[in-house]
């Protein structure tokens, strides 16, 4: 089989342009000084002036350059070589000074030699990677002494479910890749996108054993009843930056967040 990180570069790489168009990203809003990050990252977080950051798998940049306006050092780091173009170009653009490094997560020991006050990552990123307990390296190879990791995830249990909530069609545990095409994208359903995904369901015991495994000691671990993002089917609107699923309303656990300290 053509490698997992091909197939998915070739996917994330044909998303680019409808995201940064779309309405869901709104980059003219960010543009004019609209912070994309959500208020249970940013409560987590706190205070990150003067701060070295980290951010894995980072798009095309957004979050990144919010922590940027916010004082950060920001390190933002992607395979989509066409996200990490975009990403320098909102760089130059708002005249911020955080830098963007292309590679996939495994690989970033080739790119930088450096540790961060704090690394991070968010919504989506861990069902891309194929070996957590390499990812928990990586983390705990970048993270200063003392250093701290926020990770904030969809919850597993969501990637259970098939796309229209109806059922149970998926294992909660990691027994094997998960092969599929997509036709359009979560911030844009009628993109004229058809690519091949390999994604990789991880319970919460294997995200937080990877980091244990690898010296990391977990300090705080949430879990969340609405997603921020309105990126799934079925979602209803419940308030501001936060979405239920219609009939599930109240019943599923749609996010959390894990806080883990070196």
């Not at 490698?3 to 070739?10: F, H, M, P, T």
């Not at 070295?52 to 933002?76: E, P, W, Y």
């Not at 671990?221 to 239920?244: A, L, M, T």
Request: charge should be negative; hydrophobic fraction near 40%; include cysteine.
């Amino acid at each position: 089989m053509e490698s997992y990180i091909n197939i998915n570069r070739q996917l994330w790489n044909a998303r680019v342009a409808s995201h940064t168009e779309s309405a869901f990203y709104d980059v003219p809003a960010f543009k004019a000084g609209k912070s994309s990050l959500m208020p249970i990252e940013l409560a987590q977080i706190g205070e990150v002036k003067g701060k070295k950051i980290l951010h894995l798998q980072c798009h095309f940049g957004m979050d990144s350059l919010s922590l940027a306006r916010m004082g950060a050092q920001v390190t933002g780091v992607d395979f989509s070589e066409k996200a990490i173009d975009m990403a320098r170009g909102l760089n130059d653009d708002l005249q911020l000074d955080a830098r963007f490094v292309c590679c996939n997560v495994y690989d970033l020991p080739q790119h930088l030699d450096e540790q961060f006050d704090l690394i991070f990552s968010s919504y989506g990123v861990v069902g891309w990677l194929d070996d957590l307990t390499a990812w928990g390296q990586i983390i705990t190879r970048f993270l200063k002494p003392g250093g701290v990791f926020h990770l904030i995830e969809f919850h597993p249990v969501v990637w259970m479910l098939d796309d229209d909530f109806q059922k149970i069609t998926y294992s909660y545990f990691n027994v094997e890749p998960i092969m599929e095409e997509e036709s359009g994208t979560y911030a844009d359903r009628t993109a004229p996108i058809k690519e091949k995904s390999v994604s990789f369901n991880h319970s919460l015991s294997e995200v937080m054993n990877a980091l244990m495994v690898n010296g990391l000691s977990i300090v705080g671990f949430d879990e969340y009843d609405y997603s921020p993002y309105p990126c799934f089917n079925r979602v209803v609107n419940i308030g501001e930056n936060q979405y239920h699923i219609e009939g599930m309303e109240g019943k599923l656990p749609m996010v959390y967040s894990l806080k883990a300290e070196k």
